[in-house]
């Protein structure tokens, strides 16, 4: 009779029994590796006592060489207890392949010269599958190559002449069971090591402050997982969407590197836009699922200006997502061929793609809200709050120029403020135009700006110049402009004292030239 559970009941869960709980702790990989080599240096220990208690068996039922049996048994009991009593966790992992060796000899060498070797098949399948649960894929087949050259030379001696093709073939089978095993370990250490690299970049990945780190470990993480040559994160542009379209997410028309890893190179500023041809950044941003192009030569989705400046044979395209919104494209790519990518990958990159959207998302708010805090709403460059900061961190070659708007309150006064507001906007515009994008651009008042550079004197004059082209005085409004170079050590409230005192004898020579 069975028994259902009702509505709302959960089956219980069958756990597996205590042989399968044994065999897993073996099995699984531990977070504690020195437990675990022990655990496998005792298994090996349990192996050579199994193989000592067969071995007597044999030799009680073939007691035609039991002398020389008994005392391979006695040899092969010791080493079962030395192997139980060594400390394994003071050695390295390597060290686990010496309990194996010695069984090709004690098997082959030790029961083909005195024994029944046909006998003894079981314990090749003891030692070769021990041998892939602990060694490297490939170091299983070279023991068994091993066994075999060892049987070749028992046979040669003729040691043994019964049972060639049985054992022959019981070892070439022992040795396939232990590669499976050892192909599967591989695979379960390299999930374990990407998993564990992934946790160790979760961390920085939170704690990134603005978009560029965020874009850069990603890339650096994404090149790790994936083991590639390089990698490349692209984001979308930072512009509110409006406000009536909700949840609504419409592709983006251009995408920009912020940072990426591999290759030597800095990616910040590459571009690609979708509006064009076919790409693979494209079919992403618009399927929001993740692309994998095997062979990149021969396939119109990558640009032939990555292949050629990055050497790409293989390439991924993966979306950085945030309720099915796109924030961005990790694009990554290996110079040698991949044909395929694993079922694991996948999660490992939706894992990434997961972490990736929210942290993005956070640091552009946060940026989006300091630049808020230290922008001028009216003319768009910096206002007092950040020339306040950059004031604070000054260089120790620091230039600062102050400017103000000459005859702008005669135009407030017969125009209103309509038209003063755009001659603000326009000689923020034209300043911002005259400075490189190093120097910060700041209004610090109603028609007084600023601009902290670095240089010397030259720096300070070229400004002044390019400003003085491109200003056409619109509506009559001039500027008068005063500058000072920091000395050694000054304090920032002396430096800009002497400009501001810089300033105003500027603009008295202009009132005198006026008068």
Not at 447 to 476: C, H, K, N, Q, Y
Request: glycine fraction near 10%.
């Amino acid at each position: 009779m069975t028994h259902t559970p009702g509505p709302g009941v959960r089956p219980r869960a069958r756990r597996p029994g205590r042989a399968g709980r044994y065999l897993r702790t073996w099995l699984e990989p531990s977070l504690d590796e020195d437990a675990q080599r022990a655990r496998k240096g005792r298994l090996a220990a349990a192996l050579y006592l199994a193989a000592c208690l067969y071995a007597g068996f044999i030799t009680w039922q073939n007691p035609q060489a039991w002398v020389s049996q008994t005392v391979l048994v006695v040899v092969v009991f010791v080493l079962a207890v030395t192997l139980m009593v060594v400390p394994w966790r003071r050695f390295p992992d390597h060290v686990l392949i010496w309990p194996v060796l010695p069984s090709a000899f004690f098997t082959t060498v030790g029961e083909g010269a005195f024994g029944v070797l046909g006998h003894y098949q079981p314990l090749y399948v003891l030692a070769l599958g021990y041998a892939g649960l602990v060694l490297r894929p490939g170091r299983t087949t070279m023991l068994a190559g091993l066994n075999l050259a060892l049987l070749g030379g028992v046979s040669a001696l003729g040691l043994q002449r019964d049972h060639h093709v049985e054992i022959i073939g019981t070892i070439v089978c022992s040795a396939l069971i232990g590669e499976l095993i050892a192909a599967a370990r591989s695979v379960q250490r390299r999930q374990r090591s990407d998993l564990q690299q992934l946790h160790a970049g979760i961390g920085p990945l939170l704690g990134a402050q603005t978009e560029h780190d965020t874009a850069q470990l990603v890339s650096e993480l994404a090149v790790r997982l994936l083991r590639a040559d390089g990698a490349l994160t692209m984001v979308t542009d930072q512009e509110e969407r409006p406000a009536d379209l909700g949840e609504v997410s419409l592709p983006p028309e251009v995408l920009t590197a912020r940072g990426g890893a591999g290759g030597g190179e800095d990616f910040t500023g590459v571009q690609v836009w979708l509006n064009g041809e076919q790409s693979g950044t494209g079919i992403v941003a618009r399927t929001r699922r993740h692309l994998f192009v095997a062979d990149a030569a021969t396939s119109h989705l990558v640009s032939r200006q990555h292949i050629e400046r990055f050497g790409a044979q293989s390439c991924l395209y993966v979306p950085i997502l945030v309720n099915e919104r796109l924030l961005g494209v990790i694009v990554v790519w290996w110079t040698t061929r991949v044909d395929d990518l694993d079922h694991f990958t996948d999660q490992i990159l939706e894992l990434l793609s997961l972490q990736a959207g929210p942290v993005l998302e956070r640091v552009r708010v946060v940026e989006h809200l300091d630049r808020a805090a230290t922008t001028d709403g009216l003319t768009g460059v910096l206002n007092r709050r950040a020339f306040d900061q950059g004031l604070a961190g000054l260089p120790d070659d620091a230039v600062l120029l102050l400017f103000d708007l000459d005859r702008f309150k005669a135009l407030n006064d017969s125009q209103g403020h309509p038209a003063g507001d755009r001659v603000l906007r326009a000689f923020a515009a034209a300043l911002a135009a005259s400075v490189r994008d190093s120097d910060l651009v700041c209004r610090i008042g109603g028609d007084e700006f600023a601009v902290i550079a670095t240089g010397d004197g030259r720096a300070a004059r070229s400004v002044l110049e390019r400003l003085e082209a491109l200003w056409t005085s619109p509506e009559g409004v001039g500027f008068s402009a005063g500058y000072a170079l920091r000395r050694p050590g000054e304090p920032a409230e002396q430096l800009s004292a002497r400009a501001d005192e810089a300033l105003y004898e500027e603009k008295n020579r202009r009132r005198s030239r006026a008068l």
